[in-house]
Nanobody
Framework: VQLQASGGGSVPAGGSLGLSCRASGIIFNHSTMKWYRQAPGKERELVATITSGGRATYANSVKARFTISRDNFQNTAFLQMNSLKSEDTAVYYC????????????WGQGTLVTVSS
């Protein structure tokens, strides 16, 4: 199983970035995909979730700015981040929650997003 996250980088405040998380070795279309982030000195927090059926939910801090999506043919989840703020600076991680019994959870490696004010 591998979750390959990519797309991080440095942007000025107000800019945009798009993250990708390509999965292999899992039943992608039966997996809920999540994006988390962890800022320096803080706990990891859930940013966005998209179910296998495409239902998306967001943390209040990113609503209306971030969009999570998925492409089941490419086995890839995306996080489009707009109107970035300095407080969005963090390492972003993707997670797959495969809907098997028992459920299986997998993490990708992090990708760093730095927003300069």
């Amino acid at each position: 199983v591998q979750l390959q996250a990519s797309g991080g980088g440095s942007v000025p405040a107000g800019g945009s970035l798009g993250l990708s998380c390509r999965a292999s070795g899992i039943i992608f279309n039966h997996s809920t995909m999540k994006w988390y982030r962890q800022a320096p000195g803080k706990e990891r927090e859930l940013v966005a979730t998209i179910t296998s059926g495409g239902r998306a939910t967001y943390a209040n801090s990113v609503k209306a700015r971030f969009t999570i999506s998925r492409d089941n043919f490419q086995n890839t989840a995306f996080l489009q981040m707009n109107s970035l703020k300095s407080e969005d600076t963090a390492v972003y991680y993707c997670k797959a929650e495969q809907q098997t019994f028992p459920p299986s959870h997998y993490w990708g490696q992090g990708t760093l997003v730095t927003v300069s004010s």
